[in-house]
């Protein structure tokens, strides 16, 4: 008895095997993977020349032990404000700092008949906080080379996920460093009584909340590189399934992950001195500008060092405050401002570590329901994050550009939607019926009847450009 029907067999004859296409030698395929693995090369061959440009004439690694031998030198008749006094606010350890400190003080108060103090305006209360802030920030970005520890460094060359973007990093850090030396060897020729100071002349204006946020943005992006993750990221790092994926071959599966670029090497991997000696016009080399001085060469070093350890953030906030300093000590006539300044500087007391927290997530794992309620405000934060960060490619330095004297806003800044008319509208208008009460379709969308239009919402075309996103900040 049959249980199943014979199937009969094509009049053609039995069926032939059938010939599956593979990347063979030669294939179309073949190309496209060959192209990609030469790109990949060439991209980690120009990192590679890139991180040889740094360690010409420098030594990342025995980095720690010039430093620990140039702080006695560094505190031998030592002033406020000097290059010695920055170097060694953020070298020295908490105890010999808290003493340093209250011995400029006091110097200055004897120097410059008692307490100059004056109460601060709004605004440069805002300053102060940032400018301590950054102070900070340093200090942890230089722990490695002040306590000896070796687990939070993460250098440049190991970054290779996206070599491409680690190369562009790179390359912004040597235009930064360059322009750092041109600055410094500027301000040697120039008198100390110079009105150097971080308290912005700007008022309260949109060119100001720019530089406020390109500043707190280099802030999020050192404290960014102090960690493995969310050093680099892309807009797919917005997706949960793309951060529970990540965590699981994290977890389960780390030699994939680490090809990946999600987990650090198991080897430090710290760059070693180059064969070739630094030369005139190399990154480590003073000769071009005719400087032979032992704590301006250790300031050029310790950028160096932040460039290859940490990237552009760091080493961009590390000139950025160097500027602020001098090399000779205080001059009997100094304008208020720069005195304000000294006074500042010398009152800063420093922490001596407190609690250490990782970034925060853009899009909280633990929530299912909370990345749904806005999904454009978090396209929003990200494309500005990218846009700020183009700032610091752009501009070498923010000292010049916010300390314009007699300042005046050209024009207007653009008309921008009221969110208090906004708000009036939704509460002055009719009670309609909620969404949740309204018919869905079959795939559990709202029907087309009810449209943002009828209630009150703004439709925003994904094409236009959010007004908060920038590409170059002022």
């Given at each position: 008895?049959?249980?199943?029907?014979?199937?009969?067999?094509?009049?053609?004859?039995?069926?032939?095997?059938?010939?599956?296409?593979f990347?063979?030698q030669?294939?179309?395929y073949?190309?496209?993977?060959?192209?990609?693995?030469?790109?990949?090369?060439?991209?980690?061959?120009?990192?590679?020349?890139?991180?040889?440009?740094?360690?010409?004439?420098?030594?990342?690694?025995?980095?720690?032990?010039?430093?620990?031998?140039?702080?006695?030198?560094?505190?031998t008749?030592?002033?406020?404000?000097?290059y010695?006094?920055?170097?060694?606010?953020?070298?020295?350890?908490?105890?010999?700092?808290?003493?340093?400190?209250?011995?400029?003080?006091?110097?200055?108060?004897?120097?410059?008949?008692?307490?100059?103090f004056?109460?601060?305006?709004?605004t440069?209360?805002?300053?102060?906080?940032?400018?301590?802030?950054?102070?900070?920030?340093?200090?942890?970005?230089?722990?490695?080379?002040?306590?000896?520890?070796?687990?939070?460094?993460?250098?440049?060359?190991?970054?290779?996920?996206?070599?491409?973007?680690?190369?562009?990093?790179?390359?912004?850090?040597?235009?930064?460093?360059?322009?750092?030396?041109?600055?410094?060897?500027?301000?040697?020729?120039?008198?100390?009584c110079?009105?150097?100071?971080?308290?912005?002349?700007?008022?309260?204006?949109?060119?100001?909340?720019?530089?406020?946020?390109?500043?707190?943005?280099?802030?999020?992006?050192?404290?960014?590189s102090?960690?493995?993750?969310?050093?680099?990221?892309?807009?797919?790092?917005?997706?949960s399934?793309?951060?529970?994926?990540?965590?699981?071959?994290?977890?389960?599966?780390?030699?994939?992950?680490?090809?990946?670029?999600?987990?650090?090497?198991?080897?430090?991997?710290?760059?070693?001195?180059?064969?070739?000696?630094?030369?005139?016009?190399?990154l480590?080399?003073?000769?071009?500008?005719?400087?032979?001085?032992?704590?301006i060469?250790l300031?050029?070093?310790?950028?160096?060092?932040?460039?290859?350890?940490?990237?552009l953030?760091?080493?961009?906030?590390?000139?950025?405050?160097?500027?602020?300093?001098?090399?000779?000590k205080?001059?009997?006539?100094?304008?208020?401002?720069?005195l304000?300044?000294?006074?500042?500087?010398?009152?800063?007391?420093?922490s001596?570590?407190?609690?250490?927290?990782?970034?925060?997530?853009?899009?909280?794992?633990?929530?299912?329901?909370f990345?749904?309620?806005?999904?454009d405000?978090?396209?929003d934060?990200?494309?500005?994050s990218?846009?700020?960060?183009?700032?610091?490619?752009?501009?070498?330095?923010?000292?010049?550009?916010?300390?314009?004297?007699?300042?005046?806003?050209?024009?207007?800044?653009?008309?921008r939607?009221?969110?208090?008319?906004?708000?009036?509208?939704?509460?002055?208008?009719?009670?309609?019926?909620?969404?949740?009460?309204?018919p869905?379709?079959?795939?559990?969308?709202?029907s087309?009847?009810?449209?943002?239009?009828?209630?009150?919402?703004?439709?925003?075309?994904?094409?236009?450009?959010?007004?908060?996103?920038?590409?170059?900040?002022?």
């Amino acid at each position: 008895m049959e249980v199943l029907p014979t199937i009969p067999e094509p009049e053609d004859g039995p069926t032939k095997s059938v010939d599956i296409p593979f990347d063979a030698q030669g294939s179309p395929y073949a190309l496209v993977d060959e192209k990609a693995t030469q790109i990949v090369e060439a991209e980690n061959q120009k990192l590679d020349d890139l991180m040889g440009k740094f360690t010409k004439g420098f030594d990342p690694g025995s980095f720690r032990s010039v430093v620990l031998a140039s702080l006695p030198k560094l505190a031998t008749n030592l002033f406020p404000g000097t290059y010695a006094h920055f170097l060694l606010l953020l070298l020295q350890s908490f105890e010999l700092l808290q003493r340093i400190q209250l011995d400029m003080e006091h110097w200055l108060l004897g120097c410059y008949n008692g307490n100059q103090f004056v109460s601060p305006t709004e605004t440069n209360l805002v300053d102060e906080n940032f400018f301590g802030t950054e102070l900070e920030m340093l200090r942890q970005l230089l722990e490695p080379i002040r306590e000896g520890t070796k687990t939070s460094i993460f250098w440049m060359n190991t970054r290779r996920a996206d070599a491409s973007w680690t190369c562009d990093q790179l390359e912004a850090s040597i235009s930064v460093i360059e322009s750092f030396k041109s600055d410094i060897c500027a301000a040697m020729t120039k008198s100390s009584c110079v009105g150097k100071t971080f308290y912005s002349t700007l008022p309260v204006s949109v060119e100001r909340d720019s530089m406020l946020s390109l500043r707190q943005h280099r802030l999020d992006a050192c404290r960014a590189s102090l960690y493995w993750d969310s050093y680099g990221g892309s807009d797919i790092e917005l997706t949960s399934f793309f951060r529970f994926y990540k965590e699981h071959v994290s977890k389960n599966e780390p030699a994939k992950a680490r090809a990946s670029g999600w987990l650090p090497p198991k080897s430090p991997q710290t760059p070693r001195l180059s064969e070739q000696p630094a030369l005139e016009g190399d990154l480590a080399s003073w000769a071009a500008f005719g400087v032979d001085n032992d704590v301006i060469d250790l300031m050029l070093k310790t950028a160096l060092w932040l460039s290859v350890a940490r990237g552009l953030a760091a080493v961009h906030l590390f000139c950025e405050i160097a500027r602020l300093f001098v090399l000779d000590k205080p001059s009997p006539d100094l304008k208020d401002e720069r005195l304000k300044f000294l006074y500042c500087v010398t009152r800063h007391r420093y922490s001596t570590g407190g609690a250490q927290f990782s970034p925060s997530l853009c899009v909280p794992q633990e929530s299912s329901t909370f990345p749904s309620r806005n999904v454009d405000y978090f396209q929003d934060v990200w494309k500005t994050s990218y846009g700020l960060a183009d700032g610091l490619y752009d501009n070498k330095t923010l000292f010049v550009q916010h300390n314009v004297a007699n300042f005046r806003l050209h024009r207007a800044p653009s008309r921008r939607r009221s969110g208090h008319r906004d708000m009036q509208l939704v509460v002055h208008a009719p009670v309609r019926e909620p969404l949740a009460s309204l018919p869905c379709t079959p795939d559990g969308s709202h029907s087309e009847t009810a449209t943002s239009d009828e209630y009150d919402f703004i439709s925003l075309s994904p094409e236009r450009k959010p007004a908060c996103s920038r590409s170059k900040t002022v």
